[in-house]
């Protein structure tokens, strides 16, 4: 661990929590959270639950959390329990991806921020992992036509330097396109002890990942040499535990119900995800939110097991 003890980044932009700040002036672990999944992925009160669920997950392993958000237009590193409250039980929060976070800010709103704004505010406090659900990426197009809602997500994947753990991607996506968006983009997709990219409620998508690994030493050692080289992000993807994970026909009638409701409502553009996800919570009873919790918090913890491990190369 090193001694070096880097420059104070915190001002009028950036709000950093004391404690998020210290660690990483000292070299000290740090995973950072996204804020999305709180205000739009889960409801009240499982959002909420499993956000302290995720820090205290981080916390037992000795490594300090950090939930990102965009609070009364200041982006903030590290949220106090008050804050997250709020994030999880208002209802007037906004969802901010890149393009978003100057315009929160010189409007004063309160966001959550997807993976892609999570990433850049993270890089902007040095912080170099997060964990999240899943990450965002190329929907399904409309019959007749190239698939043309492409999160931002993927752009930033390949633009910003930060290994973000996830649990795949949703398979409400185009998940061959998706991956294939990633290759282009030059982000490693890193399967943690699978051959596979996840499918979220489903441990497996059938689609391979560009390596498997099966220790966080391993990854801690990939992601350096990667950003050595020049490299962004890059991922890795950890399934669920088959005990939590949906059925292959629970998944398919849940998500051909919640697919038929969204064409009827018209829904478009940021509100897709949030739509389709509160659908397909309805249509399995409750289940595909245990299982959201479930790889949140385990995400989580691999994330902490991984920085412990990057600190040590970085040190
Ligand atoms: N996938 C989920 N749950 C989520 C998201 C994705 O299963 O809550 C969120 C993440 O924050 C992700 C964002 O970064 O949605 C992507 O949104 P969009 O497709 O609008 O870029
Ligand atoms: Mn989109």
Known sequence: MSNVVRPEISNDWLRIHPEVQQAVQTGRPVVALESTLISHGLPW???FETAIAAEQAIRECGVVPATIAIWHGRPTVGMDRSMIEALAQRNDVAKASRRDIGTMMALRK?????VAATMALAKAANISIFATGGIGGVHHAVPG???SDVSADLIDLGR???LVV??????ILNLPRTLEWLETEGVPVIGYRTRTFP???LPSSGLP?????DSAAEVALAFAAHRHFGGGGMLLCRPLESAFALTEPEWRNAWQSARDAAEVAGVQGAAV???LLKQIAEHTQGRSLAANQALIVGNARLAAETAIELARISG
Not at 209 to 213: F, I, L, T
Request: glycine share 4%.
């Open 166 to 171: 996830c649990a795949g991607a949703k398979n």
């Open 273 to 275: 995800t949030p739509f």
């Open 145 to 147: 036509e190239a698939p």
């Open 110 to 114: 309160t966001a959550a921020t997807t």
């Open 199 to 201: 499918a979220f409620y």
């Open 160 to 162: 910003t330097p930060i």
């Open 209 to 213: 990942v560009s390596a498997r690994m």
């Open 45 to 47: 009160p499982v959002n």
